[in-house]
């Protein structure tokens, strides 16, 4: 399924076409899909809220499959291995971020379904060390939302700095929360989630949520960090009146609205922090699937087919997914 033009999800941008079946080069594996998860960013992908570096582009980038082709030099794996691909497709490796060990950073990075056609597809092409062996804990349904869901609420959890016995806002609960909410109650944390939809809330409920409430509402006691998935700068503001001093607001969002005016003395004052979260790095990918399997995390997930790629992003623009969707390619 490829988008050769950006429009509302309404509007079906997604159109199936034939392409060549890719041919591995030197280093590369190619990936025989079974299935992909659909991701928020996928939505910002076809809707044109991103600036797109290519079109016609095939989307996706929460892909499982099996290694059916290997190029020249490839020792990692073998025909016949099932492997995860996320969101990280390239870095550099030489400029100043990726030296550091900030790949995620990278000037250069290039990225699964954005610069490189993705998994809505029943093939795709990567390097093998930005390809992962995925847990057998985990059907390949249940493995595709890690990818990037889990992989970007791990990353936002140990950058929203709680420890165990901390109280952790989550703001939206979709794919990543209802992972996030897993780590953070292994971890020992008390979790609020705020979210509007009540099959949300039901959902955060059943998960282990502390605590379940909308948006605006006051939680029982003053958070620790905060996690904000919805795309909304807004509730920035939302976490930051319920934070105590020193407390981290980690934005996961790709895209956001504007953020409103911050009221300094009142809610930024006192060493509390407003932050972003950008991609993910390798390590990230490495340590996240390990922990996922040892919890074991358990996804929630709405299987559509490829010919339903458009059904499935109108589906979570409103808010009708619970827990995760995912496209499956083949058996």
Same mark, same amino acid.
């Given at each position: 399924?490829?988008l050769? !033009? =950006? ?12 392409? +060549?079946? %890719?041919?591995?080069? /030197? #280093? ?5 899909v ?17 600036t ?22 490839v020792?990692?794996f073998?025909?016949g291995?099932r ?5 990280l ?34 093939w795709?092409?990567?390097? !093998? =060390? ?12 249940? +493995?595709? %939302?890690?990818?990037c /869901? #889990? ?23 979709g ?30 409920a059943?998960?282990?949520?502390n ?21 909304v ?16 607001v980690?934005?996961a ?9 911050i ?50 992003l109108q589906?979570l ?15």
């Open positions: 399924m490829i050769k !033009e =950006p429009k509302p999800a309404e509007a079906e941008p997604l159109h199936a076409a034939d392409l +060549a079946t %890719p041919v591995p080069l /030197a #280093g590369e594996i190619r990936v025989r079974s299935v992909c998860g659909v991701c928020r960013t996928d939505l910002h992908t076809v809707e044109g809220e991103l797109l570096p290519r079109l016609p582009l095939v989307p996706g980038h929460q892909i499982v499959g099996v290694v059916d082709a290997v190029g020249d030099g020792r990692q073998q025909a291995d492997v995860g691909i996320p969101w497709h390239w870095v550099c490796g030489k400029c100043f971020y990726c030296k550091k060990g900030e790949e995620n950073l990278c000037d250069h990075a290039r990225f699964t379904g954005y610069h490189v056609h993705g998994g809505y597809a029943e795709t092409v990567v390097e !093998e =060390p930005f390809a992962y062996k995925l847990p057998k804990v985990f059907s390949d349904l249940e +493995a595709a %939302p890690l990818l /869901a #889990g992989i970007i609420g791990y990353r936002s959890l140990k950058l929203s700095g709680v420890k165990p016995g901390d109280r952790l806002g989550l703001w939206g609960f794919s990543s929360a209802h992972i996030v909410l897993q780590v953070a109650k292994h971890m020992g944390c008390q979790v609020y989630v705020f979210t509007r939809a009540e099959a949300h809330r039901h959902l955060a059943k998960l282990g949520a605590w379940v409430g909308d948006s605006h509402d006051a939680p029982p006691a003053p958070i620790d960090g905060a996690i904000i998935f919805a795309p700068g807004a509730l920035a503001l939302d976490a930051l009146r319920v934070m105590r001093k020193g407390g981290t980690a934005l969002g790709i895209t956001m609205s504007p953020l409103p005016e009221d300094y003395p009142h809610l930024l004052y006192h060493e509390r922090v407003l932050r972003s979260v950008a991609n993910n790095t390798r390590q990230d990918v490495r340590e996240f699937l390990q922990l996922a399997a040892e919890i074991p995390i358990r996804t929630e997930v709405r299987a559509f087919s490829l010919a339903e790629a458009n059904l499935a589906a623009k409103r808010d009708e997914i619970q827990g995760s969707a995912a496209i499956k390619i083949a058996e």
